[in-house]
C-alpha cells in the first residue's frame, strides 16, 4: 500500500513488519518452507543411514556419514537457503507496494538470477566472517597441538604440572580472545554495511558488486536501527529455538548425547517449522529498511506518487532509426564541359 512509503522509526518498522508478517503469513512462510524442507529432507535421510550402520554396530561408519552428510548438506542448504532469502524479499517489495505476491510468482521472478544472488550472499559472508573463521580456527588448532601429551609446544601431558606452562596458555588464549572479539565486531560492522545487499539486488536488480555499493550508501545513518532489528531477530530465533528444542535438549542429557532415531528425525521436524517460521521475519525487517532509506535519502514516495499520477516524464525511448535516402548527385563542376550526350538519346 502507498500509504506505508513515507519515513518511519524504528517502532513503525517494526510494527510494519509484524503487520506484514500476519496478514501475509502462508504466503512468506510458504517460501520460506522450501529452504526448510529441503533441509529437513536431507537430515532425515542422514539420521536414516546412521541408524542402518548404527544397527549392525558398524560406528566407524556412523562417524564418517555424520561428517561426510553434513560438509555434503552445506552447498545444497546455501543454494536452497539463497533462492528462499532472495524470494522472500521479492515477495516483501511488492506486498509492501500494494502489488500481488504468490509463492510461484515469487521463485519464478528471481530463479533465473539465481547465481548472481548466491554469488552476494557468498562474497559478503566471505568478507564478514572469514577474520573470525581463521582467528577461531587458530585458536581451536593452537588448544589441541598445546594440550596434546609430547606435542610441539608443550613437553608435558597436561598444563597442570608445570604453572609456567598454564600461565604461558592462558597469556596466549588471552591474546585470541581478544583478536577474536575484535574479529566478531568487525564482523557486526560490516554485516550492518552490508545489510541492505540482497533487497537493493533483487529489487534493482544490481549485480552483486553494484548491490553491496548500494548497501554501503543506503545504510548509512541506519545502521544503528538496523542492528536494533537484527538482536530482535535473532532473539525471536533463539527464544523460538530454545522452547520448542528444550524437550530435545533435557533428552540428550538424559541419554548422554545419543538420541534415538526417531527422536532426531521428530527434533528435525520440529525445526522445520521453526526455520519456516521465523525466517521470514529476517527478509520482511531488511526488506522495509531498504525501502525507508529510498525514501529518506531519494524521495522514493514522491517518486511512486508521481508515477501513480502520470506526472513522471516516461522513460527515454530510442530514436527512430534515419530512413535510407540515395545519395547525393556529385557535385557539377562549372569549369568542366556537360558530358556527351548519346546518339541514341
Avoid at 192 to 211: G, H, I
Avoid at 270 to 288: E, K, Q
Wanted: proline letters at 8%.
Amino acid at each position: 500500500m502507498q500509504t506505508a512509503l513515507r519515513p518511519l522509526t524504528l517502532g513503525e518498522i517494526l510494527d510494519r513488519t509484524a503487520q506484514l508478517y500476519r496478514s501475509n503469513f502462508l504466503l512468506f512462510a510458504g517460501i520460506s518452507s522450501i529452504y526448510a524442507g529441503v533441509l529437513l529432507f536431507l537430515s532425515l535421510i542422514q539420521i536414516g543411514v546412521e541408524e542402518f550402520f548404527r544397527m549392525r554396530h558398524m560406528m566407524p561408519q556412523v562417524i564418517w556419514v555424520g561428517l561426510g552428510g553434513s560438509l555434503a548438506i552445506v552447498p545444497i542448504v546455501i543454494i536452497a537457503g539463497g533462492l528462499a532469502v532472495a524470494a522472500n524479499n521479492r515477495a516483501v517489495a511488492w506486498v509492501h507496494l500494494g502489488q500481488p505476491a504468490t509463492i510461484r510468482g515469487a521463485y519464478s521472478s528471481i530463479f533465473p538470477r539465481l547465481g548472481r544472488y548466491i554469488w552476494l550472499m557468498t562474497i559478503t559472508a566471505f568478507m564478514v566472517w572469514v577474520p573470525f573463521v581463521l582467528l577461531y580456527a587458530g585458536f581451536a588448532f593452537f588448544v589441541v597441538l598445546y594440550l596434546k601429551p609430547k606435542g610441539l609446544l608443550s613437553p608435558n601431558p597436561t598444563l597442570h604440572n608445570d604453572p609456567a606452562t598454564l600461565l604461558i596458555f592462558l597469556a596466549v588464549a588471552a591474546v585470541f580472545g581478544l583478536l577474536i572479539l575484535a574479529a566478531f565486531i568487525y564482523a557486526i560492522i560490516m554485516g550492518l554495511r552490508y545489510s541492505l545487499a540482497v533487497p537493493a539486488c533483487v529489487v534493482e536488480e544490481l549485480p552483486a558488486r553494484k548491490a553491496i555499493r548500494r548497501s554501503i550508501d543506503l545504510s548509512k545513518g541506519a545502521r544503528g536501527r538496523i542492528f536494533l532489528l537484527g538482536l530482535l531477530v535473532i532473539a525471536v530465533d533463539l527464544g523460538l529455538g530454545l522452547i520448542t528444542q528444550m524437550f530435545f535438549i533435557v533428552a540428550t542429557f538424559k541419554d548422554h548425547g545419543q538420541l534415538p532415531g526417531s527422536i532426531r528425525a521428530l527434533q528435525q521436524i520440529v525445526a522445520f517449522f521453526t526455520n519456516s517460521f521465523v525466517g521470514p521475519i529476517y527478509a520482511t525487517g531488511f526488506t522495509l529498511f531498504y525501502y525507508d532509506q529510498r525514501v529518506r535519502k531519494e524521495g522514493y514516495d514522491i517518486e511512486r506518487m508521481m508515477q501513480a499520477a502520470g506526472l513522471s516524464a516516461p522513460p527515454a525511448e530510442l530514436p527512430p532509426p534515419i530512413a535510407q535516402t540515395p545519395p547525393l548527385p556529385a557535385a557539377v563542376d562549372p569549369a568542366q564541359p556537360p558530358p556527351a550526350e548519346s546518339p541514341h538519346e
